[in-house]
């Protein structure tokens, strides 16, 4: 025997599941929770940066940010997927980041508007590269079993961080000014993102296991391709189109508060930390809820869950109307059923799309699904603005409780779980 065979180290083998892939995990855990931070830099202070610091007045052009981060971001999902045929996952990732160094920096020092709505098409290619990545690398390392505990986890890491940014950028802003100080805070969030994603391991070699263990191939006329698969998961196959709607009008809700609410609750009365606080506790609740609810789609189905949070998230927006009178009680009720509701709805979504879809062409599909799911965020912000330029504030939550219920009944109608429920 060679003296090279026998110092060479034995291959890892490669297993299925969370507690056999647990180190891994754990990093995707923390890469996602960077993730989430830089997109929370802006939840607080980016739409008051526009009004007041560059004295923009139309509502559609100081959401123009919104949908720039949105239409930029669905489109990056649906060439995720696609791309993960060409390129490994791990590299993706890796691109991703680099991509978003020069937002907080944008952010904190940009001379005018539209350095703002640029640095957001940045930040929109950076989350839809490194949060595609990090949600389909957890899903390749653990396997169908635990597929709703692991989105669960992914998107709980993100909203938690997004939700903690939001908060701390708003405390930051009432002591030392809206910018450069809230923006900076990205700074760490991107070298920690790209180094940790310098260590992870790729997740080929557990996608190729899943497709041996996969008790058939796809049936046929089921092809693998980002044109097919587009068509199957928007609006051939009942339940994927179901979950597509419902993911769009869910992040339509965000889309619009993220732009609304700043300037409906500052318009009543509340200063930067009240408005950091209720912009924090939406996506903070929205996070940790997800690491009981992920969980909770995998012992009762995801249909239960999907249909009640958009209903939750609905009344959300009519608590925040009904109270305004007392606006820090509306805004933090509001945000607490918004972020109730979000959590049912988030990874039961992102698990039912990886249900329904075979493992040659799950990666299409879930970038199908974000496509559609993050161009909630542009058409809330479009929504939004068309809205509050017309018919005020008001009449944008309004809007946004009504879309929300009917996607809730449209979702009961179209669902069905891997069970038939």
């Known amino acids: 025997m060679s003296s090279t065979s026998r110092t060479s180290a034995p291959a890892r083998p490669v297993r299925l599941g969370l507690r056999e892939n647990w180190l891994q995990f754990t990093l995707l855990v923390i890469v996602n929770a960077c993730v989430g931070g830089l997109v929370g830099l802006e939840r607080t202070t980016v739409p008051l940066?526009?009004?007041?610091?560059?004295?923009?007045?139309?509502?559609?052009?100081?959401?123009s940010f919104i949908i720039a981060f949105g239409l930029t971001k669905a489109f990056t999902n649906l060439a995720a997927g696609a791309l993960t045929a060409r390129f490994r996952r791990k590299q993706l990732l890796m691109a991703g980041w680099l991509i978003g160094v020069p937002v907080p920096f944008a952010l904190a020092w940009a001379p005018g508007w539209g350095w703002i709505v640029a640095a957001n098409v940045l930040l929109g290619i950076n989350q839809g590269l490194t949060w595609s990545m990090?949600?389909?690398?957890?899903?390749?390392?653990?396997?169908?079993?635990?597929?709703?505990?692991?989105?669960?986890?992914?998107?709980?890491?993100?909203?938690?961080?997004?939700?903690?940014?939001?908060?701390?950028?708003?405390?930051?802003?009432?002591?030392?000014?809206?910018?450069?100080?809230?923006e900076l805070i990205g700074v760490l969030f991107v070298a920690a993102g790209l180094a940790l994603s310098v260590v992870v391991r790729d997740t080929?070699?557990?996608?190729?296991?899943?497709?041996?263990?996969?008790?058939?191939?796809?049936?046929?006329?089921?092809?693998?391709?980002?044109?097919q698969t587009f068509a199957r998961t928007s609006w051939r196959d009942r339940s994927l189109r179901g979950a597509?709607?419902?993911?769009?009008?869910?992040?339509?809700?965000?889309?619009?508060?993220?732009?609304?609410?700043?300037?409906?609750?500052?318009?009543?009365?509340?200063?930067?930390?009240?408005?950091?606080?209720?912009?924090?506790?939406?996506?903070?609740?929205?996070?940790?809820?997800?690491?009981y609810t992920g969980h909770l789609a995998d012992r009762v189905g995801r249909k239960p869950l999907i249909v009640t949070g958009m209903l939750v998230q609905a009344a959300g927006f009519v608590l925040a109307l009904a109270l305004l009178d007392h606006p820090l009680l509306a805004g933090v009720l509001s945000a607490v059923a918004l972020g109730i509701g979000t959590a049912m709805v988030y990874p039961a979504l992102i698990a039912s799309?990886?249900?329904?879809?075979?493992?040659?062409?799950?990666?299409?599909?879930?970038?199908?699904y974000r496509f559609w799911r993050d161009i909630g965020y542009a058409a809330g912000a479009l929504v939004a603005g068309v809205l509050a330029d017309a018919l005020g504030l008001n009449a944008t939550v309004v809007a946004a409780a009504v879309l929300t219920a009917a996607s809730g009944l449209l979702a009961a109608r179209w669902l069905t779980d891997r069970s038939g429920r």
């Open 244 to 291: 597509c709607q419902a993911g769009l009008v869910n992040n339509l809700n965000d889309g619009l508060t993220w732009g609304v609410f700043p300037l409906l609750f500052t318009d009543h009365g509340l200063g930067l930390a009240a408005v950091g606080l209720i912009k924090g506790l939406y996506p903070l609740l929205w996070g940790v809820g997800q690491i």
């Open 204 to 227: 080929a070699a557990h996608v190729a296991l899943e497709l041996a263990q996969h008790p058939a191939p796809p049936p046929s006329g089921q092809g693998a391709g980002l044109g």
């Open 49 to 63: 940066i526009g009004t007041e610091v560059f004295g923009v007045t139309s509502d559609l052009a100081v959401f």
């Open 353 to 368: 799309v990886s249900d329904h879809a075979h493992p040659a062409w799950r990666a299409n599909a879930l970038g199908t």
């Open 134 to 182: 990090t949600v389909n690398m957890k899903i390749d390392l653990v396997g169908p079993a635990r597929r709703g505990f692991a989105t669960g986890l992914n998107e709980a890491a993100g909203y938690v961080s997004v939700g903690g940014t939001a908060l701390l950028t708003g405390y930051l802003a009432t002591g030392y000014g809206l910018r450069p100080a809230p």
